[in-house]
């Protein structure tokens, strides 16, 4: 069974989308304890994966026993195997978070809910998984029709939202689709690693540098990088809480894997590739302050976040176009450790929104008496994404500004500092209103059921640890993610 595991992450959740809603016709808990059953089976599964590509190497799974080319292969080496686990542990707490929140809905609703969910996961999975860059487009278009699906549950806003995202992310897809259509044009193949092996016909070829431009915009767009961020902030204030927690976690992170893969791993940052990840630079600085400076503007909450996450990506691709180990190594820190941060902050504030109605700043006056444990986790994650030690946002931010000196691009120092201040300026406030500010009549404590407070309380615990475990995580984890024998100038 171990040797099959590979294709069990993106079975196992698939073979629960199917059931899940004809379970809940018969019994709702049934249906969400195997929804969370199958995503802890992929977090197993995830786990031996990493365990595995760490002693022996990469893993090779030929689907169906088609060798590549030919064949569909899905190709497992750290930095997939950590991603698959981000993804499945980001997972299970938004499942278990998100009983109480459809806990009025018909089973019927429920089930679609679980099954979209899963989808979702299904998808993304997949994405980190294949050494095909053709499935890679089949299962970003899974992803994103699950997510355009779940996005619109949250209401009449959240549909007009979702719309949005639906026509800006078909134009993404688009972008994608035709680059994948002019590198088998040029190659013949599909397959990842004969890519790699072609790249030395490649770099003559004008078609070459058409299909790197259109897959670098459609993912891109994907990432929510600035300027083609415009789909985000409304997508993650509409959404329902446990769906914008995980989607603000990981989903744009899949989209920056997918770009690191392709024009790191794949096509070895040479020629248009390399041209892509400086073009992608200058726009990773604008949008690290961008995001920053849009999140300070905002009152509502929500949407404080969500333009906070654009310039935390924007963060991420930045310590990738520098290309410097430390700076590497500091992107993949900050993206584990913004999924649990974002997850955390977000899931606080969907519980004080669904408890309360309230998501303006100026509603969280005494939010600290009235919901101390929601807010205590929402603090700790804020302080981490502010960068304060022994958190892991620290370490993260440590390793990036280490890589930025390293490469000796000062405008990248200045801006992740200037960053971290806003940060800093943003979600102070927030912790000042809510703890520091009385209201004006006595508050009452009323806080969440378990079921949304377990999360919290892990996330927020595990930001704590992530900062204590960071020497072990990159030494024995991150290291090994790293690309080897290709380097990038940005000059």
């Known amino acids: 069974m171990t040797a099959h595991v590979p294709a069990l992450l993106v079975v196992l959740p698939l073979l629960a989308a199917v059931l899940v809603p004809l379970l809940a016709l018969r019994s709702v808990p049934l249906a969400q304890l195997i929804a969370m059953l199958s995503v802890g089976g992929v977090i197993l599964g995830a786990g031996l994966a990493l365990r595995r590509v760490l002693i022996h190497g990469t893993w090779h799974y030929a689907l169906g026993g088609w060798a590549p080319p030919w064949g569909i292969e899905y190709v497992i080496d750290p930095l997939a195997a950590g991603m698959a686990l981000l993804i499945s542990s980001m997972a299970l707490p938004a499942l278990l978070y998100a009983g109480p929140v459809v806990a009025a809905w018909s089973a019927g609703q429920v089930g679609a809910f679980y099954s979209l969910f899963l989808l979702l996961v299904t998808g993304l999975l997949g994405m980190v998984v294949t050494g095909d860059v053709f499935n890679l487009y089949v299962f970003l278009e899974i992803s994103s029709l699950a997510a355009y699906a779940l996005l619109a549950t949250g209401g009449i806003r959240a549909v007009v939202a979702t719309f949005r995202y639906l026509l800006i992310g078909t134009i993404a897809a688009t972008f994608y689709l035709l680059g994948v259509g002019y590198l088998y044009a040029i190659t013949g193949t599909l397959n990842m690693a004969d890519l790699t092996a072609q790249l030395a016909t490649l770099h003559t070829s004008s078609a070459f540098v058409v299909a790197v431009a259109f897959l670098a915009i459609g993912l891109a767009i994907k990432a929510a990088l600035f300027p083609l961020h415009a789909w985000l902030p409304d997508v993650y204030t509409y959404a329902p809480a446990p769906v914008s927690g995980f989607i603000a976690a990981v989903m744009a992170k899949v989209s920056v894997y997918a770009l690191l893969r392709l024009l790191v791993f794949v096509l070895r940052a040479e020629g248009a590739a390399g041209q892509a990840l400086l ?213």
């Open 279 to 491: 073009l992608l630079h200058w726009a990773a600085v604008v949008a690290v302050l961008a995001g920053a400076l849009l999140a300070l503007a905002q009152q509502d909450l929500r949407r404080m976040l969500a333009y906070s996450s654009v310039g935390q990506m924007a963060t991420i691709v930045l310590g990738i176009t520098l290309g410097t180990p430390a700076a590497l190594l500091g992107a993949l820190l900050h993206m584990l450790n913004h999924a649990v941060m974002k997850g955390c902050l977000f899931l606080a504030l969907g519980g004080v929104q669904w408890r309360t109605g309230q998501v303006q700043l100026a509603d969280f006056v005494g939010m600290g008496q009235r919901m101390p444990l929601t807010m205590a986790a929402f603090g700790v994650a804020a302080a981490s994404m502010i960068g304060l030690p022994p958190t892991a946002g620290f370490f993260s931010k440590w390793y990036l500004l280490t890589g930025a000196l390293e490469a000796q691009d000062w405008l990248a120092v200045l801006v992740l500092v200037g960053s971290s201040v806003l940060s800093l300026i943003y979600f102070f406030r927030v912790l000042e209103v809510a703890y520091f500010r009385q209201p004006g009549v006595q508050a009452l404590q009323r806080e969440l059921p378990w079921r949304m407070l377990t999360p919290m309380v892990v996330l927020a615990t595990l930001v704590v640890l992530l900062g204590v475990w960071n020497q072990v995580i990159v030494t024995q984890v991150l290291q090994y993610a790293l690309p080897h024998g290709v380097a990038w100038p940005r000059t």
